[in-house]
């Protein structure tokens, strides 16, 4: 089992940033390749981005390359995602998520998941 806590979410007007946090505990971190999905309301989770398992190879859903950065510290059994020059479209809530096999982009291939952190940007 892993346990994931998302924060850092909040307000923020647009154009603005924010630093999302997930911190692992349980099984070993560098164990799962890690994603951030989000979902806003009446729409499907869907993919934001993802890292592998020592944090070399990243990806990212169009919408948001070269605004959004995914990172981990596995010393710290943390997970990041740096949002710059954000967009009333990027509101929502917003997901971390392990997985143990795949670096994926669909939700379906997640195990374990946070709570979410509520994401808002107005404009």
């Known amino acids: 089992q892993v346990q994931l806590v998302e924060s850092g979410g909040g307000l923020v007007q647009a154009g603005g940033s924010l630093r999302l946090s997930c911190a692992a505990s349980?099984?070993?971190?560098?164990?799962?390749?890690m994603g951030w999905f989000r979902q806003s309301l009446g729409k499907e989770r869907e993919f934001v981005a993802a890292?592998?398992?020592?944090?070399?190879?990243?990806y990212y859903t169009d919408s948001v390359k070269g605004r959004f950065t995914i990172s981990r510290d596995n010393a710290k059994n943390t997970l990041y995602l740096q949002m710059n020059s954000l967009k009333p479209e990027d509101t929502a809530v917003y997901y971390c998520?392990?997985?143990?096999?795949?670096?994926?982009?669909?939700?379906?291939?997640?195990?374990?998941w946070g709570q979410g952190t509520q994401v808002t940007v107005s404009s």
């Open positions: 890292i592998s398992w020592s944090g070399g190879s990243s």
């Open positions: 998520a392990a997985d143990s096999t795949r670096v994926g982009r669909h939700f379906s291939f997640y195990e374990y």
């Open positions: 349980g099984r070993t971190f560098s164990d799962y390749a």
